[in-house]
């Protein structure tokens, strides 16, 4: 199994992305290409921008278990793109690990 951990911070041009956003964004964008379940929660971030800056900002953190296999690869990296865009991000952080999963 692959473990991809992913990190949005929510600051945009004009305001933040909402919680009632980021919950529209789960359900149109990650959900369909991840109908077997996902797991999110708020965090505090700090990073340093392209620029050099160090930035702090509120964050949302994904976690998807997936097989290995190139389609699921595919639809993080488009769950990427696609939240840059929607809210102008310069960068979404991707941790990607092996796991082993059990119920």
């Known amino acids: 199994m692959v473990l991809d951990s992913l990190y949005f911070g929510t600051a945009k041009p004009g305001g933040v992305v909402t919680a009632e956003e980021w919950a529209a964004f789960l359900d149109d964008t990650v959900a369909p290409d991840f109908p077997e379940g996902l797991t999110s929660w708020t965090a505090a971030g700090r990073w340093r921008n392209s620029v050099g800056f160090v930035e702090l900002e509120a964050s949302y953190v994904l976690q ?3 097989n290995s296999i190139q389609e ?3 639809a ?3 769950i990427v793109q696609r939240y840059k865009d929607r809210f ?3 960068a979404v952080m991707r941790i990607r690990s ?3 999963r059990s119920f």
């Open 64 to 66: 998807l278990t997936h």
């Open 88 to 90: 102008q991000q310069e």
């Open 72 to 74: 699921k690869d595919r």
């Open 98 to 100: 092996q796991a082993c």
């Open 76 to 78: 993080v990296q488009r």
